[in-house]
Nanobody, 124 residues
Framework: QVQLVESGGGLVQAGGSLRLSCAAS????????MSWFRQAPGKEREFVAA????????FYGDSVKGRFTISRDNANNTAYLQMNSLKVEDTAVYYC?????????????????WGQGTQVTVSS
């Protein structure tokens, strides 16, 4: 089992950048596909990005393509989400999640392990 802790959220102006981190502990980090989801008030939890075990393959949701970059550092058991050109509509709680196997879909049900979330607020 893996435990996940997100950090790096905060308040930023539209057009700005933030980098989120997801620190993992427990089982070997490189055995998990890592992902980011987000949930805005009153909305469903939305897929943001996922990255394969080695980092060679990345998946992105349509709303963040070209602006967000997912990465991982297996030596330091950490996944990242670099968010650039932030928009007001990116405001949400961002969650890190892990899966032992992954089909490439955007379904949150694929991910068994979740962090507690970190708030990102983008002001206009």
């Amino acid at each position: 089992q893996v435990q996940l802790v997100e950090s790096g959220g905060g308040l930023v102006q539209a057009g700005g950048s933030l980098r989120l981190s997801c620190a993992a502990s427990g089982r070997t980090f490189s055995m998990y596909v890592m992902s980011w989801f987000r949930q805005a008030p009153g909305k469903e939890r939305e897929f943001v990005a996922a990255i394969s075990y080695s980092g060679a393959t990345r998946f992105y949701g349509d709303s963040v393509k070209g602006r967000f970059t997912i990465s991982r550092d297996n030596a330091n058991n950490t996944a990242y989400l670099q968010m650039n050109s932030l928009k007001v509509e990116d405001t949400a709680v961002y969650y890190c999640a892990a899966a032992e196997s992954y089909s490439g879909s955007q379904k949150k049900s694929e991910f068994a392990y979740w962090g507690q979330g970190t708030q990102v607020t983008v002001s206009s």
